[in-house]
Every structure is written in structure tokens, then in C-alpha cells.
């Protein structure tokens, strides 16, 4: 099965500063890429997702993500962070099955 | 818009107890799954179905079974708790979709002490 590597255990930033949190899968066919958030007391939500075509994606509130497949990797991306912001980060991927497999998750922290 | 409703929130059994953790999707969704969630592991698949009476092992099985009767719930059996299965357990619903593309939509979660 697929497995997913997020190097990144718990970031903290200032607010405006830029965020790529890091994620890497290994899996040898086609893939299916996506980051949930989970923002504390609340359950995981999609944030972006890339299934083929364009490898650079836009999820919702400036969030986007670059796949390159060479390098089995697809990290997020956001090029000014708010204290809104803090919550964890999931990278998942799923294979032919339908069976997500998930990162550790980073958690990021904004300071106001 | 999707909804995934685990049956409790909080929840707290003792060790050998059997426990039942219900799910329950309106939006007809095919694929159900569980997972648990522990701090610095991420999710891990327990188990999933894609149809009624369907059901595959994920990584992490041991200790786990799962009924799926109707096309809208998703049980998790615990069949005899033990104190490392306290975690909080999510169970999520998408659809069929084509090779993998649909997203996962989730419940609140329940958060499950075993004494």
C-alpha cells in the first residue's frame, strides 16, 4: 500500500510569513494527492486535492500545493500566513483502491 | 452538505469491555472508513468497505471488526478493550469515484478511554 512521509512534525510562524510544509509519498502508480486541515475542536476538512493535469494547485484561503512527481512529492504551499491559520496539516494519498492513507500531520502554529 | 455522524463523542469502557462505535452518512456515499488518530502517528486506516457487507482490512486491523449492514452505517467493533486502543477514532464517508479521486468527508470523531 501507499504510505506518506511529513517531515515537518510542528511548525511555528509569525504572521505574514510564508509556509511550505513538506509531504512525500511512495507508491509507484498513479496517485491521487490531497491535504486536509483539521483546525482545533473541529473535524479534518479537504483543503486541496490534485487528480492530473496542472501540478500546481489552489485549494480555498490561499493555500496551494506543487506535485512533482519525480520527487514523489507534494508539498503546501501559502505566501502569507494568519494566526487563522493554526491548526494541524494532513497529507493524504490514495492509489486505485480508495484506501487514503494519511501523513502524521504538521502542526502549525501562528503567533498574532 | 455532507454529513458523517458518530453516534458519541466522549466515550470511556473498561479494559475487556466490547464496544460499539457507530457511524452513520447521508449522502449515499459507497466507501466508508475508519481510522484512528494519535498524536505524532496521523491517521491510521483500521478499516474500510466499499459496498454493504463489504469490508477490507487496513494497517492496523488487530483488535478491530466492522459490521456495515445498510449502505449508510459504519460500525467499529471493539471486541474485547484494551487500554492501548484509547485513541480517538474517526470514521469518514466519499464516493465510489473513479481510481481513487474522491475526497474523504468526516465525522466529529469519538474519543474512546479504555480504563
Known amino acids: 500500500a501507499q504510505s506518506v512521509s511529513q517531515h515537518n512534525h510542528h511548525v511555528i510562524l509569525s504572521e505574514a510569513a510564508s509556509l511550505e510544509l513538506g509531504c512525500n509519498y511512495s507508491?509507484?502508480?498513479?496517485?491521487?494527492l490531497f491535504w486536509y486541515v483539521q483546525y482545533p475542536g473541529q473535524h479534518l476538512q479537504l483543503l486541496l486535492k490534485?487528480?492530473?493535469?496542472?501540478?500546481l494547485v489552489k485549494g480555498i484561503k490561499g493555500f496551494e500545493a506543487e506535485f512533482i512527481k519525480s520527487k514523489f512529492s507534494f508539498n503546501l504551499r501559502k505566501p502569507s500566513v494568519q494566526w487563522s491559520d493554526t491548526a494541524e496539516y494532513f497529507c493524504a494519498v490514495n492509489a486505485l483502491y480508495n484506501d487514503m492513507r494519511f501523513g502524521a500531520g504538521t502542526r502549525l502554529t501562528v503567533k498574532p | 452538505d455532507v454529513k458523517v455522524t458518530q453516534s458519541s463523542r466522549y466515550l470511556v469502557k473498561r479494559t475487556g469491555e466490547k464496544v460499539f462505535l457507530e457511524c452513520v452518512q447521508d449522502m449515499d456515499h459507497e466507501n466508508m472508513f475508519w481510522y484512528r488518530q494519535d498524536p505524532g502517528l496521523g491517521l491510521r486506516l483500521i478499516y474500510f468497505?466499499?459496498?454493504?457487507?463489504?469490508?477490507e482490512k487496513g494497517d492496523i486491523p488487530e483488535g478491530y471488526s466492522v459490521s456495515r449492514e445498510k449502505k449508510e452505517r459504519f460500525s467499529l467493533i471493539l471486541e474485547s478493550a484494551s487500554t492501548n486502543q484509547t485513541s480517538m477514532y474517526l470514521c469518514a464517508s466519499s464516493l465510489l469515484g473513479q481510481g481513487g479521486n474522491s475526497p474523504l468527508h468526516f465525522g466529529n470523531g469519538t474519543r474512546l478511554t479504555v480504563t
Open positions: 490534485y487528480f492530473s493535469g496542472d501540478p
Open positions: 468497505s466499499y459496498d454493504v457487507k463489504m469490508k
Open positions: 507508491y509507484g502508480g498513479t496517485v491521487n
